[in-house]
């Protein structure tokens, strides 16, 4: 949701009618994952993606329809259907899409959420009686409540939708309708808040970091005391820019499994406290500027300074994937590439 969200709100100011595209299952070698969504409005613009162009056609054709007659729609394209074969799945994917009405019942509250950068979950029922369908229940992870999925079914909804927030993954799930004894299918989608990136250091490779880490949906944080290097000036698109000293500035950070720390000084007065207390934190990627000879010297002093080895051991060093990087735009891609890869493994 949170790539497609300028698009829907410039759409909503405009009056235009809106139709999402949701993948809420997939097998094999579907090219987009569970939770994608592309945004269809009725005068037949696209924002998004639900399969990386394979069956967008098909999708925007169910979306004008469903925008027409009101009416969600569940569509599967798997390599066993001939269909498949017209939209692009030939490689053996097979994707279960869901097509629904833009709402403001459910989408005032994901959007709030997404843009407070609050963890939320939505609710809706995809497969089941022609009434019922597309109707949305949204949580907060704080609680809070919106909207209905009918007697019977919200307080069932409501219990897996809280397990989809612990686990923090997407998930469809076939839930009894006690009142009527009959199954639904629920669709409940996890938004998280973005992932942060702090670079320490203002040099020209974290200018390009940040650009990059921001592209790829990072919020950046930009620590350096020095204001001739951490300024706004070098740093205009940044989330948030801290001029002080690193171990201060990140004791004032929430740092957490969503946090990626990297140190690009190349000066141990800067680059040492930080690691110290983003090594002792819950940050799921710490990584060091600096050849491996200056890494050796780097982890010492670490040791010595009272980190332990299965501390130090976090640390990636020298940071980034070996990709052959020598300016600084490589260089920062090589970083993003392994926080990225340390990301899918955590």
């Known amino acids: 949701m949170k790539d497609i969200l300028t698009d829907l709100e410039r759409w909503i100011k405009q009056g235009k009618a809106i139709a999402i595209g949701t993948v809420i299952q997939t097998w094999g070698s579907a090219p987009r994952g569970v939770g994608a969504k592309m945004g269809v409005s009725n005068e037949g613009e696209i924002s998004g993606s639900v399969s990386g162009g394979c069956v967008e056609g098909a999708v925007v054709e169910a979306s004008l329809e469903v925008l ?31 097509v629904n009405r833009l709402d403001p019942s459910w989408f005032t509250p994901l959007s709030n959420a997404i ?4 963890t939320v979950t939505s609710a809706t029922i995809i497969k089941g009686e022609s009434s019922q369908l597309g109707r949305t229940l949204v949580l907060y992870e704080d609680g809070t409540l919106y909207g209905k999925l009918g007697e019977g079914l919200d307080e069932a909804a409501l219990g897996v939708a809280r397990e989809a927030i612990a686990l923090e993954k997407p998930s469809r799930q076939a839930i009894t309708w006690a009142q009527e004894g009959k199954e639904v299918d629920i669709f409940f989608d996890v938004i998280l808040p973005s992932p942060v990136l702090v670079i320490v250091g203002g040099a020209h490779i974290s200018i390009a970091l940040a650009k990059l880490a921001r592209i790829l ?69 710490i990584g060091a500027l600096g050849s491996q000879k200056t890494q050796t010297k780097r982890r010492q002093r670490l040791l010595e300074a009272g980190l332990n080895k299965t501390q ?21 891609l090589s970083i993003m590439a392994e926080i990225i890869a340390t990301k899918e493994v955590t």
């Open 68 to 98: 027409s007659t009101g009416s969600p729609q569940l569509l599967h394209f798997g390599v066993a259907d001939e269909t498949a074969w017209e939209v692009g799945l030939a490689c053996g994917g097979t994707i279960d899409v869901f």
């Open 312 to 332: 130090v051991n976090r640390l990636h060093g020298p940071t980034g994937l070996d990709i052959g990087a020598s300016t600084p735009e490589e260089i920062a």
């Open 115 to 118: 843009q407070e950068e609050k």
């Open 217 to 285: 949906g990072y919020r950046t944080i930009i620590v350096d005391p020095r204001r001739s290097f951490g300024n706004q000036a070098r740093f205009p698109d940044v989330d948030q820019l801290i001029q002080s000293w690193p171990d201060q500035a990140l004791s004032g950070i929430e740092i957490n499994h969503q946090t990626a720390v990297v140190t690009i000084t190349h000066d141990p007065k800067l680059d040492d406290p930080a690691l110290m207390v983003a090594l002792t934190s819950q940050a799921f990627y």
